[in-house]
Every structure is written in C-alpha cells, then in structure tokens.
C-alpha cells in the first residue's frame, strides 16, 4: 500500500481567494481520497478494474451533480466548489473523477438542463446518491472528433421509437443503469434520449486491452432495434448544441482535474527529488533537477490562476465555450509534461506502482483526447481569436 503524504502546492497562495466553504469542502474530498483511493487504486488499476465500492463515497461528498440544485438531490453548490472536488478526485486518479464527471455533467446535468420534470424527478434523485449510474454516448466508431456526422438514428413508432446503431469509447457503460444517448430523428435533428438498461436490444460490451484509464470502465452502447418510449427523449434540445453543452461542463471540471494529477506528480517529484541521494546529495541540488522543478511548479501555478478565474467566470455565467476549451487543453498539456519529468526525477522508480507518476502519465493519454483532443480545443481557440472555423 502506498504512503500518500501528498501535500498540495501553492506557491501564490490561491488558498485566499478560496471561500472557508470552497477551502471546507476540497479538504473533505481531500481526506477521503487519502482514505479510500490511494491505498486501493493502483491494485484496481494493475487489475483493469473500477472500484465500484467508491461510488457511494462519491455521492456522500456530493461530488454527483455538485452544481445540481438540491430539490432534485443536487450538491447545490457554485462552479468554484465543483472543480476543487474534480481536483482531489483526480489527484487520486483520472479513472475515479471520469466517473464523477460522467455521471454529473454528462448525465444529471442534461437531465436537468433539458429533461421534462417528469424526468428529472425520476432519474436524478437516484443519480445523485448512486443508486442508479449512468453514462453518455456521443462517441461513434466512424464520428469521434467530429460528432455532428453521427449514423444513430431513431423512427417514429407510435408511442415509442426504434433505435439502431452504436457508440464506442463510453465511460462507465459497462455497469452504467442509465444511458444519455445522442441520435439523429427522422429529420436528421440530433436528439437526445435517456436509455435504460434491460430495454431489449441494447448491450453494452466492455472494452478490454487499455494502457490508460485501467481503473474506469469503458465499453461500447449497441442499439438494434431497441424500442424507447417518446417520454424518454429529451424534449428542450435540439441540434448538437445539446451535446456540446454538457461537455462544457465536464471540460471545465477537467480542466482542475487535470491540475490535481500535476501537483500529485509534482509534489512527489518535490519529494522524492529532497530524499534520493546520488553523487553524495539530493537529486535536488543537482540544477537540472531544480530547473525541472521551477518550471513545473511555474505551469501548476499559472494553471491554477486560470481555472480559478474560470470559475468566476462560470459562477458569474459569463464564461465562455472557448474560455473553457483554453482551460481544458492547458490543464491537461502542462499535467502530461510535468508527469514525464516527474517520472524521470524519480528515475527506476517512477515506472513503478510505488509512485503514482506513471499512473497518471498514462492516464492523461486519454484526458488529452476526450472530451476533445488536444488539436480540437487549439482549433477552438483559433477560431475564436481569427474569426476562421478551421472545422469547415
Ligand atoms: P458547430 O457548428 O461549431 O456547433 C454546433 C452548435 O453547437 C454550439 N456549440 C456549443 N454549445 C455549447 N457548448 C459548446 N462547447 C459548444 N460548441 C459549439 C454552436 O454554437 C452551434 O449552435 P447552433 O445553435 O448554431 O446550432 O459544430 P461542428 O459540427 O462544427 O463541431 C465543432 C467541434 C469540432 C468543435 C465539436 O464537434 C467538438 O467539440 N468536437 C469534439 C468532440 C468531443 O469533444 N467529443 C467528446 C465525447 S464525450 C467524452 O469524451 C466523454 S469522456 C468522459 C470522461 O470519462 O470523463
Ligand atoms: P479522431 O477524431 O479520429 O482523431 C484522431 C486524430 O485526428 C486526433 O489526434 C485528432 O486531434 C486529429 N484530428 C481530428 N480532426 C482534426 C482536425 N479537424 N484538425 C486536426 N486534427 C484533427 N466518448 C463519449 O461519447 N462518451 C464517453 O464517455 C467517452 N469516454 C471515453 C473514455 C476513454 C478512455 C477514451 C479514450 C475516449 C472516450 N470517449 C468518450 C471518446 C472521445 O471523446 C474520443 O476518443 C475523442 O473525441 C476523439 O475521437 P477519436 O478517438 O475518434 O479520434
């Protein structure tokens, strides 16, 4: 079992613009990782398995819908507070937050944002506390960076409608009970629709043979003729504005998990950099250690200013799509180089599950390429800053 003595960098004390409920409620996240999470993760993850056992730890800390209001079994609280939880969970690992940011942002929260009434008081109170899991199928074989060419599609057939066709790449389909599905109506319009594990004709095989991600599940969502009731279709959106606008929420709640897997490597790397002796002294004295280290913590802290502005922004509802998009790649850019260099002040040790370095190095493989690829939030950005569309 690992000895996590994680302390967290914070070098221009961000701490003081933080609330004492903000400042409360990351410490409580905090401690229960360093409980629950570091002394099982690496075993689930050498196992390629997800550590269902941590779901109802999850709901207790509210990290399942945190900006959800609570007459529909919400956390109820602002963006700032969300994301200091996305941060401590994927301090812990990438794997567990996927879960939470599935499971919040990319199922109860367009549930709530354009689900009936009907269907928010059905499906999000049993989100919330875990009773029920769910997850989001955007992703096809043939469409991933570009969703809007998506082949799933639905017929009308009186009371209900047929869908056919398949998602791949789907965080926590394997277990999930409930499915927010994209597919194309009889008008090509994308729509959206809440499936139900047990309606015949749906399956969802897991995917077996990953390098990243080990301790989250991932499979496929296969509908062959599967008969879903009209109630189920999301009735208040309609195009893929739908979609997108639950991955900004899940991007922005990326964006500070990313920084937690930096300053877990960084602040072992810290460490580890004080304690190993070689040529008679720390590592740490060596300059080009101290330069791998200055400029990690320099990424960490530029990093944590911009998310935290983000969270103005997203509390004051000012921010941005591309704003976030900004956040989400810079996080996940500065976490992945400042794990490579971490992993080579740790030397032998960094490739092993002593260290949780190379964990979260091959994590943030996938954290780069979902929710949008690296290449996909730069091209955001260009088209934001030169008027171009890039994508056309
Ligand atoms: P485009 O014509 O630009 O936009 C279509 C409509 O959507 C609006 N829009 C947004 N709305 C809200 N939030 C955003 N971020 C939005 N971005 C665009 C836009 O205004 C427009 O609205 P309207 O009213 O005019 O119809 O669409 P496009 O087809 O050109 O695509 C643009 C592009 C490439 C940026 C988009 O397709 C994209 O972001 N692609 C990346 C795909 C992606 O991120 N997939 C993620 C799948 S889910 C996942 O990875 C979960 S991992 C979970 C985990 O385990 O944590
Ligand atoms: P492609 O779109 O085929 O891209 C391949 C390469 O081409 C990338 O480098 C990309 O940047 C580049 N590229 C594509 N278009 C352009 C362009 N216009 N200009 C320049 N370069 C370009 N999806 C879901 O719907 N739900 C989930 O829960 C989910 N979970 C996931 C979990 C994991 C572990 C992984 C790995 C993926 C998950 N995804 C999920 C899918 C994820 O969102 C897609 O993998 C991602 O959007 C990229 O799609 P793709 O893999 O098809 O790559």
């Not at 002394?39 to 959800?68: M, S, V």
């Amino acid at each position: 079992m690992r000895d996590d003595r994680y302390q967290q960098p914070d070098y221009f004390l961000v701490d003081e613009l933080l609330t004492d409920e903000q400042k409360l409620i990351r410490d409580t996240v905090r401690a229960w990782v360093k409980k629950e999470v570091t002394p099982i993760i690496e075993d689930y993850a050498q196992r390629a398995e997800f550590p269902k056992q941590l779901i109802k730890g999850l709901a207790e800390l509210g990290c399942f819908g945190p900006t959800i209001p609570e007459e529909y079994g919400g956390a109820g609280l602002d963006y700032i507070s969300y994301g200091l939880m996305m941060q401590e969970i994927e301090r812990g690992d990438s794997g567990v937050r996927s879960t939470a940011s599935v499971q919040g942002s990319l199922v109860m929260f367009p549930i709530y944002a354009y689900g009936s009434e009907a269907q928010r008081k059905k499906y999000l109170p049993k989100l919330a506390s875990g009773e029920w899991m769910g997850c989001f199928g955007l992703t096809e074989p043939d469409h991933g960076s570009n969703p809007s060419g998506m082949i799933t599609n639905y017929k009308d057939a009186g009371d209900h409608v047929i869908l056919n066709g398949a998602k791949m790449w789907i965080s926590n389909a394997p277990f999930a009970d409930v499915a927010v599905v994209w597919a194309k109506d009889e008008a090509g319009d994308i729509r959206g629709l809440v499936v139900e594990r047990g309606m015949e004709g749906f399956t969802t095989p897991e995917t077996h043979g990953k390098w990243s991600l080990r301790a989250s599940a991932t499979g496929e969502l296969v509908f062959d003729n599967v008969k879903v009731p009209k109630e189920n279709i999301l009735p208040n959106v309609k195009g893929l504005k739908g979609p997108l606008g639950c991955l900004s929420k899940a991007r922005y709640g990326i964006a500070w998990g990313a920084l937690g897997a930096a300053m877990d490597c960084y602040d072992s790397a810290l460490r580890y950099s004080k304690e190993r002796i070689q040529f008679g002294k720390p590592i740490g004295g060596f300059q080009l250690t101290q330069k791998k280290l200055a400029e990690m913590i320099t990424e960490i802290t530029k990093a944590q200013l911009l998310v935290w502005r983000l969270g103005v922004l997203m509390n004051e509802n000012r921010a941005t799509p591309e704003q976030v998009s900004m956040a989400k790649r810079n996080s996940v850019e500065i976490a992945l180089n400042i794990a490579r260099e971490a992993r080579q002040i740790h030397g032998g040790m960094g490739i092993t599950g002593e260290y949780p370095i190379m964990r979260h190095m091959m994590n943030l493989e996938s954290v780069v390429t979902y929710e949008g690829t690296d290449d996909i939030h730069l091209l955001i950005t260009g088209m934001d800053v030169t008027g171009i569309n890039a994508f056309k």
